[in-house]
């Protein structure tokens, strides 16, 4: 595609449920980023991506937060027993190689109720 | 840790220039970048300082000095549509850390 997607734009569920959000980097991008934004923040580092393997994972706030990326394109990040203090933007965003200028998606907006 | 500061708001009026600065404590890293965030979208990049110095880009460039811990974006001809957030950035081993943002309101 032209640039990166995230599906679903939006998405609400009750508290302690199971979520994924998707995420499809620009083709040819080996760099792979998750981050999630609150309002009037910055985007916090969650994970990165270097191919399939996580290079990163220290911005994952606790165990019910996992990422992967099995063929080293779409990546999916998943949230389990959501929590009301997850609800946030979340961002995917991609690069031809690490520390080069990052391409976002328009995000997953998740509210959990 | 990066901590990363930047002013929360900023006002300037069209035609004119604007210097948005950032500021960080750490220990070392690969490089600052900027980015521009308008309410409700995603970021999009602008710019990207690896060594000291000035890099320009059009109507944007950015100021880096490793040694003083700073660096600045700056806007010349502002338009209306440059309102928006402005993101400083730094990137270690391919993690980014951000500023908390300035929001930019240019007037006319």
């Known amino acids: 595609g032209a640039g990166v997607s995230q599906t679903p734009s939006n998405k609400v569920t009750e508290k302690g449920k199971y979520v994924e959000l998707r995420c499809d980097p620009i083709s040819g991008h080996t760099a792979l980023y998750w981050y999630r934004q609150s309002l009037g923040q910055g985007p916090e580092f969650l994970i990165y991506f270097q191919g399939t393997g996580a290079a990163d994972d220290s911005g994952l706030p606790n165990d019910r937060f996992f990422a992967v990326r099995p063929e080293g394109s779409v990546s999916t990040l998943k949230i389990q027993r959501t929590e009301r203090g997850d609800s946030a933007v979340y961002l995917c965003?991609?690069?031809?190689?690490?520390?080069?200028?990052?391409?976002f998606g328009q995000g997953t907006r998740l509210t959990v109720v | 840790g990066q901590n990363i500061d930047q002013p929360t708001e900023m006002t300037a009026t069209e035609g004119a220039i604007v210097q948005i600065n950032c500021t960080y404590q750490?220990?070392?890293?690969?490089?600052l970048f900027w980015y521009q965030q308008h309410a409700g979208e995603a970021p999009t990049f602008l710019s990207y300082n690896v060594l000291d110095g000035l890099e320009e880009k059009g109507r944007f460039s950015s100021f880096l000095s490793r040694s003083k811990g700073y660096s600045y974006l700056l806007l010349k001809e502002l338009q209306m549509k440059d309102s928006a957030s402005y993101l400083c950035a730094i990137t270690n081993a391919g993690k980014s850390t951000f500023g908390d943002g300035t929001t930019l309101t240019v007037k006319p």
């Open positions: 750490t220990s070392g890293f690969n490089g």
């Open positions: 965003a991609s690069s031809p190689i690490m520390n080069t200028e990052a391409f």
